[in-house]
């Protein structure tokens, strides 16, 4: 009895646990005016309380992630070549 006691309380805080999660992901699809994919772009999120700046390429589909990064207010900038930014 004591033993199971033990293991439901241990269940309950290890469930509570991931609850606490202090970061997450940015991700997106870069494309043009014509909404054409464009791979190969720059894209930089800076934290605005920080200025930590990550910085990424976006693949074949133009996609971009940011996983994981930390919870907050961030800037996102992207350029590419024929471009402006």
Sequence with gaps: MCLFSTLAVAVVF????FGQVDQGAITGTVTDETAALVPGAQVKVTNVDTNFEVRTTTDSRGLYTFDPIR???Y??????????T
């Design 14 to 17: 290890q469930t509570a646990l």
């Design 71 to 73: 919870i907050g207010h």
């Design 75 to 84: 800037t996102l900038e992207v350029s590419a070549v024929g471009f402006t």
